[in-house]
């Protein structure tokens, strides 16, 4: 089985502008989880989509949103990119999003200049 | 809210030799899981050991094993028969069975664990 993808790997965007993340889960998973990781705060969850709806989010600015689609690849969307938002942007899938393993994608790294 | 804490922020080890990495964590949840997770310098986060906490008995997996003291809320990893493969950041995490946590790992800040040849 394929595992989690995420594209692009690397974006170097500017203050200001807005970027799209994309990460494809491992087939048959239908949970997706977001994390950000920053050499300052570690690992932070974003949000978590099921079934195309959004069922957990973590301590993060409406600037950071994402959706899930039918086949349960899911985007997420970054916009007014601040400096700050520079950092390794990790998708997770998982069967049900509950109780079982998540794996990981390689991640994106984002460069805000 | 749930806390994970890795107060070694760098550990080494010979190669062939034995390492423990220590996480503790605070809950007052009774049921929930834990993970260790390895992520080398290409950044993939891959899963090294679950442990759940109704079980007693500590997980294992191959060279890696686990030390759960859940009165303690403490859930150590060793690493035995160090490789040199074995040198990355080791997160551990937590993961809450509630329903309004589905989805999320609260993870400690990492160890970076370097393996001398």
């Known amino acids: 089985k394929a595992g989690v993808t995420q594209t692009p790997r690397y974006l170097i965007k500017t203050r200001g502008q807005q970027v799209t993340l994309s990460c494809s889960p491992i087939s048959g998973h239908r949970s997706v989880s977001w994390y950000q990781q920053t050499p300052g705060q570690g690992l932070q969850f974003l949000f978590e989509?099921?079934?195309?709806?959004?069922?957990n989010k973590g301590n993060f600015p409406g600037r950071f949103s994402g959706r899930q689609f039918s086949n349960s690849r899911s985007e997420m969307n970054v916009s007014t990119l601040e400096l700050g938002d520079s950092a390794l942007y990790l998708c997770?899938?998982?069967?049900?999003?509950?109780?079982?393993?998540?794996?990981f994608g390689p991640g994106t790294r984002l460069l805000v200049l | 809210a749930q806390t994970v804490t890795q107060s070694q922020p760098e550990m080494s080890v010979q190669e062939a030799e034995t390492v423990t990495l220590s996480c503790t964590y605070d809950t007052s949840e009774s049921d929930y899981y834990l993970f260790w997770y390895k992520q080398p310098p290409s950044r993939q986060m891959i899963l090294v050991i679950r442990q759940e906490a109704y079980k007693q008995q500590n997980a294992t997996e191959n060279r890696f094993s686990v030390n759960f003291q859940k009165a303690a809320k403490s859930f150590s990893l060793k690493i035995s028969d160090s490789q040199l493969g074995d040198a990355a950041m080791y997160f551990c995490a937590y993961r809450s069975p509630l329903s309004g946590n589905t989805g999320k790992l609260i993870f400690g800040q990492g160890t970076t664990l370097q393996v001398k040849p």
């Open positions: 997770a899938s998982s069967l049900e999003g509950r109780l079982e393993t998540q794996y």
């Open positions: 989509y099921f079934s195309e709806t959004q069922r």
